[in-house]
Structures are given as C-alpha cells and as structure tokens.
C-alpha cells in the first residue's frame, strides 16, 4: 500500500534504509553501489531504489531537507512499511575546533532547538539517541576504512540561518556538529521500536568560514557512503 508521499508497496523496501537528504546522492548511491536495482519511488522528486549490496538487500532513499520532512519519510519505512533500521547519511558543519572538511561523525546523540518532542507530551526533556548496534557497528566499519571520524553529541537545528549566532554555545557544551535531521530520525525510530543512526561527513566548517562545493556534497562523500552500506549487511545478517 502506497502512502501520500511513498508509491513503494510493501515488499519494496529492504529491512535496512540508507537515507540521504539529498535524493540525487540516493540515486548516486544505486547508480554506483547496488545491484539489480529497482527505483521504487519518485513522488516529490523524493527517490527511492532497492538493489542489493554484496548480496545483501539494501534500500536507499531520500529524507529531504529539515525534521518536518524527515519525520514524514522515517515514519512511513517504520511504520507502514516494516523497515527496521535506517542509517541517515549527510552532511554537517563543524563545530568542535578538532573536527576538519571530509572528517566522519556518528551521531551518538542529537541535542535540538526543535520542538519536535513537544508531540510525545512528556514531563521533561528527552535526549533522542541512536541505536547502539548500529553505533558499534559503524565504529568497526570507520576503523577498517582508516577514515577520520569522531563519536559524539550533535545538534539537530531547525535554522539553516541562525539569527541568533548560536553555535559558540553549542560548541562549549561539547557538540561536535551541526545539521538538521537526526533528531526527530532519532524519536521516530525510538517511538517505533526501531533502529537509527546518522553518519555525517563535514562538508563546512562555519566558524573557520570553510567548506566544499555543492558537487563534492553530492557525490564524493564516499567513505560515509562505505561505512553505511557495510554497516546495513552487518545488521541485516545478524
């Protein structure tokens, strides 16, 4: 059954979901990692594909930028459609001085300016979190790649552009980086009974006023790419 946002059926979507923001680095990921692949959706320029990873079945989709759209699309593969672990893989802006351009970070932990918790109408703060098998997993993988990485909290923004000039203040509170998903990624897996987790790799550094280009962000994060896809056969095996 298809959903507003979704033409995939049930039986289209693999247990594990890579998810991107961007949709052209979902169809960059089928084009040059998967095989025998279908393109499962399209609405909303939002594509989906289902191929296999060293034969493992492995689908990859685009989430969308913000946690309005990424709360939509995770929660559609968890709850109609049976996926069980989604790996967000995006960008992000340093904020913690040792972490440089095309460094790796896995999201233990989304720290938010969102009121996306306001929903669950709970007596407090909750600290969206990811999941540890997915976490150890993507740990292993980074170590065998010889990839830079760094495990730790990030922050989950509702603002691209932050009138307020806040992220000094993040940055003394130990957040490694910045981008906009992986929060509400987080709540819905945890809401669902799922698995989340979200590996980034730095695309700019925005108080060092550095960065890479639009087509670098696109295509040629492969490491995070690697990680990912080796992760996903890890835990759809076990």
């Known amino acids: 059954m298809s959903t507003p946002h979704n033409n995939a059926k049930k039986g289209d979507i693999a247990k594990t979901v890579l998810m991107p923001g961007d949709p052209l680095r979902a169809k960059f990921i089928a084009d040059n990692y998967l095989e025998d692949v279908v393109c499962y959706n399209e609405v909303r320029g939002m594509f989906g594909f289902t191929g296999t990873y060293k034969g493992v079945c492995v689908s990859v989709q685009g989430s969308g930028m913000g946690m309005p759209s990424m709360g939509i699309y995770s929660h559609e593969l968890y709850n109609e459609y049976d996926v069980e672990n989604i790996i967000r893989i995006g960008t992000a802006g340093a904020i913690a001085d040792n972490i440089n351009l095309r460094d790796i970070v896995i999201a233990m932990s989304a720290s938010t300016n969102s009121a996306y918790a306001n929903q669950y109408r709970l007596p407090g703060t909750y600290a969206p979190t990811a999941s540890w098998n997915l976490i150890s997993e993507a740990v292993k993988n980074a170590e065998?790649?010889?990839?830079?990485?760094?495990?730790?909290?990030?922050?989950?923004?509702?603002?691209?552009?932050d009138d307020s000039d806040s992220l000094s203040e993040w940055q003394k509170m130990g957040v490694l980086a910045i981008e906009m998903e992986s929060a509400a990624l987080y709540m819905n897996a945890t809401r669902a009974g799922r698995n989340a987790l979200c590996i980034l790799t730095i695309s700019d550094c925005p108080?060092?006023?550095?960065?890479?280009?639009?087509?670098?962000?696109?295509?040629?994060?492969?490491?995070?790419?690697?990680?990912?896809?080796?992760?996903?056969?890890?835990?759809?095996?076990?």
């Open 144 to 161: 065998a790649s010889g990839s830079v990485y760094h495990v730790g909290n990030i922050l989950s923004s509702d603002t691209f552009y």
């Open 207 to 238: 108080l060092r006023n550095l960065s890479t280009t639009a087509e670098e962000r696109q295509t040629s994060f492969r490491d995070m790419m690697k990680i990912a896809l080796e992760t996903a056969v890890a835990v759809t095996k076990n």
